[in-house]
C-alpha cells in the first residue's frame, strides 16, 4: 500500500517561515492535500490539489509538489498555527484514501 | 451553515457490534461523497471507508473490509457505518467528512469534518 512519510515535528519562531514536508513514492504525480489539526478539534482542510486554498483560509499557507516529496510552507508563522498537520493522496492502485504520519508543527 | 454530527459511538466489547451515524445538513446531500475516517488516542488520522455521491461507489481500508459496512439514505440526509466483529484495535474517535466537489468518484479533499463520536473496545 502507499506511504506517506512527515517528519514527526517541527519548530519554529513566530514571524518565520515554517516548511514541512511529505514523501511518498513518485508523489508530484498525484494531488496532495493538507489538514490542520489542533488539539481537541477535528481537522481543517487548508491546502487541496497541491497549492490551492480552501475559502478563509490565509495566503500565508502555500504548497508545492514535485518528485518524491510535497511541502507544505506557513509564511509569518503565527501562534495560532500550532497544530498537527497531515497530507493525504488518493492512492488509485488500492482504491484507497492515504494520510501521511503527520507532523507536529511548535510555535516558539 | 455545513454541518456533520455523528453519534452512536460507546464502549463494546470485543466481538460485538455497533451502528454509527452522521447527519447531514446545511448542502445538498446527494450531491457529495462521504467518508468515515478514525483517530485512535494520540494517533493519525487513518481513512475507514467512503461511498460515492450515488452510492455508486464503496471503498474500504483493508483493517475493516469485510467487518464494516458503510451505507447512506438520502431521505434522511444521513450517512451510517455498520461495524461488526469489533477487535481492541477499531478504538478510536471516527469522523465523517464530505468531499469538496460536486459529484466526484475519488480523489476528492475532505472541505466538512464532524466533531466525531468514540468509540471503545474493551471488555
Known amino acids: 500500500s502507499y506511504v506517506l512519510t512527515q517528519s514527526p515535528s517541527v519548530s519554529v519562531a513566530p514571524g518565520q517561515t515554517a516548511r514541512f514536508t511529505c514523501g511518498g513514492n513518485n508523489i508530484g504525480s498525484k494531488s496532495v492535500h493538507w489538514y490542520q489539526q489542533k488539539p481537541g478539534q477535528a481537522p481543517v482542510l487548508v491546502l487541496y490539489d497541491d497549492r490551492d486554498r480552501p475559502s478563509g483560509i490565509p495566503e500565508r499557507f502555500s504548497g508545492s509538489n514535485s518528485g518524491n516529496t510535497a511541502t507544505l510552507i506557513i509564511s509569518r508563522v503565527e501562534a495560532g498555527d500550532e497544530a498537527d498537520y497531515y497530507c493525504q493522496v488518493w492512492d488509485s492502485t488500492s482504491d484507497h484514501y492515504v494520510f501521511g504520519t503527520g507532523t507536529k508543527v511548535t510555535v516558539l | 451553515e455545513v454541518q456533520l454530527v455523528e453519534s452512536g459511538g460507546g464502549l463494546v466489547q470485543p466481538g460485538r457490534s455497533l451502528r454509527l451515524s452522521c447527519a447531514a445538513s446545511?448542502?445538498?446531500?446527494?450531491?457529495?461523497?462521504i467518508h468515515w475516517v478514525r483517530q485512535a488516542p494520540g494517533k493519525g488520522l487513518e481513512w475507514v471507508s467512503g461511498i460515492s455521491w450515488n452510492g455508486g461507489i464503496i471503498g474500504y481500508a483493508d483493517a475493516v473490509k469485510g467487518r464494516f459496512t458503510i451505507s447512506r439514505d438520502s431521505a434522511k440526509n444521513s450517512l451510517y457505518l455498520q461495524m461488526n466483529s469489533l477487535r481492541r484495535e477499531d478504538t478510536a474517535l471516527y469522523y465523517c467528512?464530505?468531499?469538496?466537489?460536486?459529484?466526484?468518484?475519488?480523489?476528492?479533499?475532505?472541505?466538512?469534518w464532524g466533531q466525531g463520536t468514540l468509540v471503545t473496545v474493551a471488555s
Open positions: 446545511g448542502f445538498s446531500f446527494d450531491d457529495y461523497g
Open positions: 467528512a464530505k468531499d469538496i466537489r460536486v459529484r466526484t468518484v475519488d480523489d476528492d479533499p475532505l472541505d466538512y
